[in-house]
Every structure is written in structure tokens, then in C-alpha cells.
């Protein structure tokens, strides 16, 4: 059952990388699974905050001249890594 951030998170037909069709954790996420799980969304949210306000402050940003505005945007960032196994 996935609790805390994951509540209500659906794996669905599609390949997800942390979580196995059943809904349990794939065995290379089980520990960072349960440091997450015990965070509610608006705490991974308020994280998410910071890790956009340290970029934007640390110039890790770039610029979409074709939109016509040139307006700095932040780099994508994923605060949940993708965890690769040494097997794949």
C-alpha cells in the first residue's frame, strides 16, 4: 500500500521506474521509498520551493529566444532521482 507522498499514486499501464505493477517499490528505491513516504505533499512541495529558488539564485537557468520574450527559465530538475540498478 503506498502511503504519505505516494497516497493515491497510481502505477497504471505504463513502465515506472520506482514502482513495480503491484504498487510496491522496486528493491533499488525501497530505502529512498521510505524516506519519501514519510514526507506529506506540501513538505515535498516547500522542497521543490527551495531547490527552484537555489537554482534561480545560482544562475542554473537558460534562455528560449524563439519564444520572443527572452525570458530566463530554471533548468528542469527531478527532486526523486531515477535510481539505476548496476544490473541494467
Known sequence: MLRGLFEG????NFFDEMFLPSGEPRP???KLYQMLALLRPGQFEDRRNL???AF???GITFTVYSDGTGTE???PFDLIPRILPYSD
Open 51 to 53: 531547490a527552484d529558488i
Open 73 to 75: 527559465r530554471l533548468f
Open 56 to 58: 534561480l539564485l545560482q
Open 28 to 30: 533499488h528505491y525501497a
Open 9 to 12: 499514486y497510481e502505477t497504471g
